[in-house]
């Protein structure tokens, strides 16, 4: 994840007009941007307009059309910074969550730095949803511990614009709001 953000803080500062993009392009930027990032980035510069766009959801196109227009354009740097914000956010909150439930010493330590390590964790550096909808379903989580039932469903909609699984949140957090009613 530092990797990537280093990698990330580079392409910004060579991304400026006159730089050289293709060898950039090559080895900083292209290796994060696969399969259905093309789709993301098609959505965030021309709308719904291809045949086949419809069933991903809007915000993380939208949130990349709102970060890249400052940035000259650049969408695949914006879908790739929203990510990298999305990916400490929700590491942010893994911890949080982590402290709030667990008693033991140094729990959430331990458990952010195997997430950290994991595998797959570098899935959510990649220009996907993942890392966003993650973000907000953890948030929902704290909100919830929190008994914030507005924000709890602010936050849960904005998940279900990033995330088709996003519906579901509220099926969690239903006996949590019921019980508060009673």
Request: net charge positive; hydrophobic share 55%.
């Amino acid at each position: 994840i530092v990797c990537s953000s280093i990698a990330l803080l580079l392409t910004f500062m060579l991304s400026r007009p006159g730089a050289s993009s293709s060898v950039l392009d090559r080895y900083v930027t292209n290796p994060w941007l696969h399969w259905d990032t093309y789709w993301y980035l098609g959505i965030a510069e021309n709308g719904y307009r291809a045949a086949g766009s419809t069933p991903f959801m809007p915000l993380y196109p939208l949130l990349i059309r709102i970060v890249g227009m400052p940035l000259g354009g650049n969408f695949p740097l914006a879908a790739l910074l929203i990510s990298t914000v999305a990916t400490f956010g929700a590491l942010l909150c893994f911890y949080r969550l982590i402290s709030r439930l667990s008693s033991v010493s140094h729990a959430a330590d331990w458990a952010l730095v195997t997430a950290v390590l994991l595998p797959v964790s570098f899935f959510l550096m990649a220009a996907y949803t993942e890392a966003l909808f993650l973000w907000l379903a953890l948030a929902t989580v704290l909100l919830a511990l929190k008994k914030r039932w507005v924000l709890v469903a602010g936050v849960t909609a904005l998940a279900a614009l990033t995330h088709h699984q996003g519906v579901f949140l509220p099926i969690v957090f239903l006996p949590g709001l019921l019980s508060q009613a009673w």
